[in-house]
């Protein structure tokens, strides 16, 4: 049995922020119900991309699909069916809108006091944003990620992946396990919620502190570490590296890889602190003693002297690297109308559990198979269908 297998999540999640969050309880075995508007009420049509397309695929992945329409009566009346034998309740609706349909956490609580309610939005629950509409470009632009991003002077840089949806994915499947390990104690539910904003400033991490704490505002560094001297991005005779390395063992290493003893005698980078100081001497010196050889080279040398050195790789060489392939991360996935189809497997390792690999549903897909399991007759269902309900 997988890990998470007794717990059964409903899903009404849409875009990316809310699905990352059910994806990391569903890929490790929770039985987890995507519920989606009947085709012909769903006002949300192309949010999160085509059904079959990878994006879609990718967050969806290792659910079964329903069709359920919370704006009915009867349809909300079903859901709280549901509710009544649920763990868990996810979504990423702007924070009025569960109230407006009766499923906020006092109205699922009442139904089921086990229950727990994980809600995602832009900018908190309450307070003078909460109503705002969330969108992760938005949220990495007020978060503060914009302004570290990017080349000095430049002007602000949106990073290349939505860091903030993601992000405030995996800090409400964390609230969600942390939840459910606390109602093993108290037999009670909680709400646990997270925003785009709140996951976007946590996960500024330390570029955050430099200010909390001491009163520095972060500056762009380009592809150089904004605190550790030397870590950049440089050329090589054919191509570019990153190499990382701080502190004085470090700078021993790299100097003695190179061959620059002589140069590493200057006064102006001889600690760590004076290397932080003259930056571009320090990256001038390194630059001009790699041209001398490949990036291939450079990166074997490096890792054998024990420091941290890679080449940068565009998406179709990510996966042809050779330990990228040896950890199996493109994970091939059986579709029955697009045929085996590869996506990207969870990143932690289990020792000893393999994640499923159920694809996307359809919509409604497995709507009665679902209500069947939850008690619903066959009579059941089709009234609620004739209603339009489900």
Same mark, same amino acid.
């Given at each position: 049995?997988?890990?998470?297998?007794?717990?059964?999540?409903?899903?009404?999640?849409?875009?990316?922020?809310?699905?990352?969050?059910?994806? $990391?309880?569903?890929?490790?075995?929770?039985? !987890?119900?995507?519920?989606?508007?009947?085709?012909? !009420?769903?006002?949300?049509?192309?949010?999160?991309?085509?059904?079959?397309?990878?994006?879609?695929?990718?967050?969806?992945?290792?659910?079964?699909?329903?069709?359920?329409?919370?704006?009915?009566?009867?349809?909300?009346?079903?859901?709280?069916?549901?509710?009544?034998?649920?763990?868990? !309740?996810?979504?990423?609706?702007?924070?009025?809108?569960?109230?407006?349909?009766?499923?906020?956490?006092?109205?699922?609580?009442?139904?089921?006091?086990?229950?727990?309610?994980?809600?995602?939005?832009?900018?908190?629950?309450?307070?003078?944003?909460? /109503?705002?509409?969330?969108?992760?470009?938005?949220?990495?632009?007020?978060?503060?990620?914009?302004?570290? &991003?990017?080349?000095?002077?430049?002007?602000?840089?949106?990073?290349?992946?939505?860091?903030?949806?993601?992000?405030?994915?995996?800090?409400?499947?964390?609230? +969600?396990?942390?939840?459910?390990?606390?109602?093993? $104690?108290?037999?009670?539910?909680?709400?646990?919620?997270?925003?785009?904003?709140?996951?976007? %400033?946590? =996960?500024?991490?330390?570029?955050?502190?430099?200010? &909390?704490?001491?009163?520095?505002?972060?500056?762009?560094?380009?592809?150089?570490?904004?605190?550790?001297?030397?870590?950049?991005?440089?050329?090589?005779?054919?191509?570019?590296?990153?190499?990382?390395?701080?502190?004085?063992?470090?700078?021993?290493?790299?100097?003695?890889?190179?061959?620059?003893?002589?140069?590493?005698?200057?006064?102006?980078?001889?600690?760590?602190?004076?290397?932080?100081?003259?930056?571009?001497? %320090?990256?001038?010196? +390194?630059?001009?003693?790699?041209?001398?050889?490949?990036?291939?080279?450079? +990166?074997?040398?490096?890792?054998?002297?024990?420091?941290?050195?890679?080449?940068?790789? &565009? =998406?179709? @060489?990510?996966?042809?690297?050779? $330990?990228?392939?040896?950890?199996?991360?493109? =994970?091939?996935? @059986?579709?029955?109308?697009?045929?085996?189809?590869?996506?990207?497997?969870?990143?932690? @390792?289990?020792?000893?559990?393999?994640?499923?690999?159920?694809?996307?549903?359809?919509?409604?897909?497995?709507?009665?198979?679902?209500? /069947?399991?939850?008690?619903?007759?066959?009579?059941?269902?089709?009234?609620?269908?004739?209603?339009?309900?489900?």
């Amino acid at each position: 049995m997988l890990p998470l297998a007794r717990f059964t999540v409903l899903d009404l999640t849409r875009v990316r922020a809310g699905p990352t969050a059910v994806r $990391q309880l569903a890929d490790w075995g929770a039985n !987890v119900i995507k519920i989606e508007a009947p085709e012909e !009420v769903d006002t949300g049509k192309g949010l999160g991309g085509e059904r079959h397309g990878p994006d879609f695929q990718h967050v969806h992945r290792n659910k079964r699909g329903i069709t359920l329409n919370l704006k009915h009566p009867d349809g909300l009346a079903a859901f709280k069916r549901m509710v009544a034998q649920a763990d868990v !309740v996810v979504e990423n609706y702007r924070p009025d809108v569960k109230h407006r349909l009766g499923i906020a956490y006092e109205d699922l609580a009442a139904v089921n006091p086990r229950i727990i309610l994980a809600s995602i939005s832009g900018f908190g629950q309450d307070g003078p944003y909460a /109503r705002r509409p969330g969108f992760d470009q938005i949220a990495q632009g007020m978060g503060g990620l914009m302004s570290v &991003t990017g080349l000095p002077g430049q002007g602000p840089v949106r990073a290349g992946i939505p860091v903030a949806d993601l992000s405030a994915g995996l800090y409400t499947a964390i609230a +969600i396990l942390i939840a459910l390990l606390e109602r093993e $104690q108290t037999g009670k539910g909680r709400w646990v919620h997270c925003s785009l904003l709140e996951a976007m %400033v946590g =996960m500024m991490d330390f570029q955050a502190t430099r200010w &909390t704490m001491a009163g520095e505002v972060p500056k762009q560094a380009g592809n150089d570490h904004p605190t550790t001297i030397p870590t950049g991005l440089f050329n090589t005779a054919d191509g570019l590296i990153n190499l990382a390395g701080g502190g004085q063992e470090m700078w021993r290493r790299i100097v003695a890889t190179l061959g620059i003893e002589e140069q590493a005698k200057d006064p102006d980078i001889a600690t760590d602190a004076l290397r932080s100081r003259n930056r571009a001497k %320090v990256n001038a010196i +390194i630059q001009e003693a790699l041209m001398k050889d490949t990036a291939e080279n450079w +990166i074997r040398r490096f890792n054998e002297a024990g420091v941290p050195c890679g080449p940068v790789y &565009t =998406m179709d @060489q990510v996966f042809a690297d050779p $330990q990228v392939r040896h950890l199996k991360l493109a =994970m091939p996935v @059986q579709h029955p109308l697009l045929g085996e189809i590869t996506l990207v497997r969870p990143p932690m @390792q289990i020792a000893g559990v393999e994640p499923p690999r159920r694809p996307t549903p359809e919509r409604g897909e497995h709507t009665e198979e679902v209500f /069947r399991e939850f008690g619903f007759s066959a009579e059941e269902l089709a009234a609620l269908r004739a209603k339009g309900a489900v």
